[in-house]
């Protein structure tokens, strides 16, 4: 019995349609969903608002640098990097629970969460042993002609890894 559905969710069309798959297979059997993204460095979320405040950081930081020497511009650095980690977390959570409301919608318990810092293919593997997941839906999306032949990366590395079962949804 499917109890236990990890929906790899990379805001994809396919990925949407993976969604609406294990929506329907939990509906079935009584199952949960575990709705996750992984996320390997800061992204494409970050707002105007987040972007005109680092662009201030780094000019302070290139004057301490003058100023100071290098240990201080790593620092700051750092702490830069740090900031882009906790937004971008904080951007896809909210499209993570955006997703979700489809689910709760349908009366299927749902679960979100932002997989941060690692290869895609790994965490979301990672992440599935972890949980005990029984199977894995995500999408896979043809980018280019000899793409075509084969699936994502992503999906490629999840289906050859995971030690459950997996549903690629195109």
């Known amino acids: 019995?499917?109890?236990?559905?990890?929906?790899?969710?990379?805001?994809?069309?396919?990925s949407q349609r993976a969604l609406q798959t294990a929506i329907q297979i939990a509906k079935n059997g009584c199952g949960e969903i575990y709705l996750v993204t992984s996320v390997e460095k800061p992204g494409?979320?970050?707002?105007?608002?987040?972007?005109?405040?680092?662009?201030?950081?780094?000019e302070e930081a290139e004057a301490r640098a003058k100023e100071e020497g290098i240990a201080v511009a790593s620092e700051v650095m750092s702490e830069i990097m740090e900031t882009l980690k906790r937004h971008t977390?904080?951007?896809y959570e909210k499209v993570l629970e955006k997703a979700a409301a489809e689910a709760k919608t349908a009366g299927v318990p749902v679960q979100t969460k932002v997989l941060y810092g690692g290869k895609p293919g790994e965490s979301i593997v990672n992440?599935?042993?972890?949980?005990?997941?029984?199977?894995i839906?995500?999408?896979?999306?043809?980018?280019?002609?000899?793409?075509?032949?084969?699936?994502?990366?992503?999906?490629?590395?999840?289906?050859?890894?995971?030690?459950?079962?997996v549903l690629i949804v195109k």
């Open 1 to 14: 019995m499917i109890k236990k559905i990890l929906v790899a969710y990379d805001f994809e069309e396919q």
């Open 44 to 58: 494409k979320t970050i707002d105007e608002r987040t972007r005109r405040y680092y662009h201030k950081v780094l």
């Open 89 to 91: 977390i904080i951007d």
């Open 127 to 135: 992440f599935a042993k972890q949980e005990k997941i029984d199977i």
């Open 137 to 165: 839906a995500l999408g896979s999306s043809n980018r280019g002609p000899l793409d075509k032949l084969f699936l994502g990366s992503v999906s490629h590395y999840v289906t050859v890894k995971s030690n459950c079962a």
